[in-house]
Structure formats: C-alpha cells, structure tokens
C-alpha cells in the first residue's frame, strides 16, 4: 500500500511503525473474512481492510477524527483474528494501538465518554478502589431501571458474590514441593485478583506442586493493558515501568527462569514491553529482557510436564475450551493448554467458530454493551452446541463474559489442571 504521511502525523512517535506496517497490506481483503464485527455488520468500515484505509487516510490527513471515524475504529475489539489470518503478515495489533493513541491526542470525546473511560482507567487497575466500586455498584442494582444503558449495563456486570481476596498471592516468596526445578515469578494482576482470585491459588498452589519456586515482588500491579488498549498510552507508562523494575531488579538478583501470567490479556501486553519501550534509552534493554522471558501459564506448565500427577477424579469430565483471542490470536498459543488438560484426563470439546472473539476484550463489553452482547450470546450458544460440562479458558474477561450468558461452570484452565493434581475443586464444578 502506498503512503504519503504528512508532515504533522509524522511528529507521532508511532509514525514510522505505522507508515511500515501500512505498506505490508495489499489490500486482499482476507481478513474480513475472521473478523467478528465485519461477520456482524457486513460493512466494509467495520472490518480490518476498512480500518487500515481508515487509519492511513487520517495519517495523510485526507480525513479528520470525526465521530462517525472514531465510531468504526472504537468497534475494533483488538481481538487480533485478522492478524492470524492475514497472508501479508500485516501488525494490526501495533497499527490499531498507534491510532488509538492519536484518536485520544486529536479527538474530543463526548464528556459522558470522557467520563467513562476515565472512571475505567481509574477504577479497574486498582483492586482496593475496584473492590470498593463493586460494593457501591451492589448497592445501587436496585436502582438500575433509573440509569441509562451504558451505566445499567456496568451495574449489570457486577456479581452479586463477591470473593473474599486471596491469601496466597501476597508479596514474598512461595517454596517449591519437593526439589526446585525453576524460579518464576507470577503477575497476580490487578482486576483478576478481585473478580477470580481463586485462579491466583490455583496457578500458585500447581506450579509449587511442579517444583517452582515463585516469587511475587512486592510493587507489581497493573500490566498497563487496560489503559494502554484505550488509547491513554502516556497513562499506563508508569505501572509498566514499575513492574519492568521489579522484575528486572529479581532477575539480577535471584534470577527469574520465566514471568508467569495467567490472564491472557496481560501477557500480550507484558510480551510487547520490548516494543513499547524500544525507544527509551532507560528502559529499552530491561523491558525487552522482560518480554523476553514471559510465558503464558499454559506454556510454563506444559513444560515443566503434569507428569504423572493426573488424578483419575477428573476422568473424561466434558470439557469445551475456549480460545482467549489474547491467547490464541495474540500469543499464538492454542495446543498447550488443550494438550495439558486431556493429559490431566479431561475430554477437550471444540468450540464452533472459536476463531471469534466472546465480546469481552478488555474494556469493550463496557464501552460497547451492544455488540459485546450480539457476540457473548453468539458465544454461549456455540459452547452450548458441544453440551459440555464445564467451560475453561485462560482469560478472566472471557470468563466473565461468557458466565453471563452460559448456564455452565466456566473456570480458568489452571483451576482445573491444579485440581486433576491434587489440588480442590473449583466452584462450581457439580
Ligand atoms: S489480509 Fe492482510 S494484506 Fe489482506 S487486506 Fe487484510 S491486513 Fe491487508
Ligand atoms: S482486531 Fe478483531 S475486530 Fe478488530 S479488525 Fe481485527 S478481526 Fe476485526
């Protein structure tokens, strides 16, 4: 694709990888093919070819960021289908990233919109004030019928249980059973250890059983990947510095074999440090050291191998797993955590269609109620065909958004591998 980026776009600092990754496109339009809002709408605004045309005309300045632009690059869920099936190798990820950034520099948003996003950027990142902002959500789910559909759709999200936080995930360090065979260090993470702490318990209890010793530093928090996916890239700087210094600080000390995270949509984050700070002298080397060693906690386990543990309790239990895009389409993992739970004696059903997204992603199913709603039902039904008796996937979001439409357990993958070896039951399970 040819480019003639202006002169005042190209002061962005992701100028230049955007210019790149446009020219890789030739347009053959493949990609509409997986995308989930393309499937939807059938429009050619509302898929990856329309949204790269898009993106490069207001690089060249032939459009502005009007509302109606804005509108079609927003219903991107960033779900990263059409990076997998492009033929061209076109980094979508990076070009929709980069154009967010912009969106938020040189588009004014609505106030309500402003508000929202802000509220979300605040909120999510924080487990205490998230923690408390779902008590008052509670209180106020009587009062819903009075609200518009944006904030009713929130306080319809809000569980009516919620988990008392884990004890496990506390800073320190947690022994290896039996002889030491690694040293990792596990992001407990920011709105996971409030909505599912129990996948925090299980992902420590299995890798001590497996011979790590883990680590949690104390300071690590938030990934960035809520602020940073909404365009406020300036604003999720910080909490990436912070977690690249403890890190790195472990690394030189103790040595760290591998960073564990077990949301999905972290790790794509966390892998991408080296690409986010390439161009900062400080942080440049640490931050692609840091990528450099983090793995899914599918990938950390089937590594280290379940062995023998597998016990006969969890044989042949129905289970349909679920693609987390974050981990299928961003991290490019699908085999590992399938392979690990039929080892664990599950029997793996297929999900129809499990190339597309739930409708979670992130902040979407809040920003965009709508379609994260045509999508989380489209979801359910398809899990529904397999008639499984438990859904397992390895992202929280998913988690929450496809329990919202599915009558069926739905548990992280380490929730059930931690229990075939030993470890209890996960909620739920009847
Ligand atoms: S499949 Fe790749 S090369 Fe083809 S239009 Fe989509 S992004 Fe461009
Ligand atoms: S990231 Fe997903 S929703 Fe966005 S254009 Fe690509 S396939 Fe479509």
């Known amino acids: 694709m040819q480019t003639s980026i202006t002169e005042r776009q190209a002061r962005h600092p992701d100028a230049q990888i955007a210019e790149d990754i446009l020219r890789t496109c030739v347009h053959c339009g ?24 898009l993106i490069k005309a207001l690089l060249e300045d032939q459009i502005s960021h009007s509302d109606s632009v804005v509108d079609h690059l927003d219903n991107c869920l960033s779900c990263l289908a059409c990076e997998t099936t492009c033929p061209s190798g076109v980094r979508y990820s990076h070009l929709i990233d980069s154009a967010r950034s912009r969106i938020e520099e040189q588009h004014e948003r609505s106030f309500s919109g402003r508000m929202q996003r802000k509220l979300l950027a605040k909120l999510l990142p924080n487990p205490k004030l998230f923690r408390t902002a779902l008590r008052l959500g509670q209180m106020a789910k009587p009062f819903a019928f009075l609200m518009p ?3 009713r759709e929130m306080l319809a999200r809000i569980p009516y249980r919620i988990p008392r936080p884990s004890r496990l995930d ?8 039996g002889e030491r065979r690694a040293r ?3 992001l407990t993470g920011c709105a996971q250890k409030v909505m599912g702490p129990a996948i925090n318990d299980a992902t420590l209890r299995l890798l001590a059983r497996l011979g790590c010793e883990v680590v949690l530093p104390a300071g690590l928090g938030c990934c960035g990947a809520l602020v940073y996916h909404m365009g406020n890239h300036e604003d999720s700087l910080p909490a990436m510095k912070q977690n690249i210094d403890r890190w790195h600080a472990e690394m030189e000390n103790g040595g760290l074999d591998h960073i564990v995270i077990n949301t999905s949509g972290c790790g794509v984050v966390v892998k991408d440090y080296g690409h986010i700070f390439r161009n900062d002298p400080a942080y440049a080397e640490k931050a692609a050291r840091v990528s450099s060693i983090t793995r899914d906690v599918s990938e950390v386990v089937s590594q280290l ?6 016990a006969a309790s969890t044989s042949g239990m129905r289970v349909a797993y679920h693609d987390a895009c974050s981990l299928q389409h961003g991290q490019k993992v699908r085999a590992e955590p ?14 129809p269609d499990g190339h597309l997204c739930c409708g979670s992603a992130g902040t979407y199913n ?12 489209m979801k359910a039904e398809a899990v529904a065909s397999v008639e499984p008796q438990v859904v397992a996937m390895g992202n929280i979001g998913c988690m929450e958004q496809i329990a919202a439409y599915l009558p069926i357990p739905v548990v992280h993958t380490v929730q059930l591998l931690d229990w ?3 470890g209890p039951k996960p909620r739920g399970i009847p």
């Open 30 to 53: 493949f990609c509409n093919a997986t995308c989930p809002t393309y499937q939807l709408r059938g429009v050619e605004m509302e898929g990856p070819r329309g949204r790269i045309y």
């Open 184 to 186: 990792v260090s596990l």
């Open 170 to 177: 506390r800073p320190g360090v947690r022994e290896a059973e």
């Open 366 to 377: 809040l920003l965009k109620p709508g379609t994260a709603g045509e999508l989380g039902r």
């Open 338 to 351: 399938r392979a690990l739970l039929k080892v664990a004696g599950f029997e793996v059903l297929e999900i």
């Open 420 to 422: 075939a070896t030993g």
């Open 149 to 151: 559909s944006m904030q």
């Open 305 to 310: 191998g379940l062995g023998s543990r597998a």
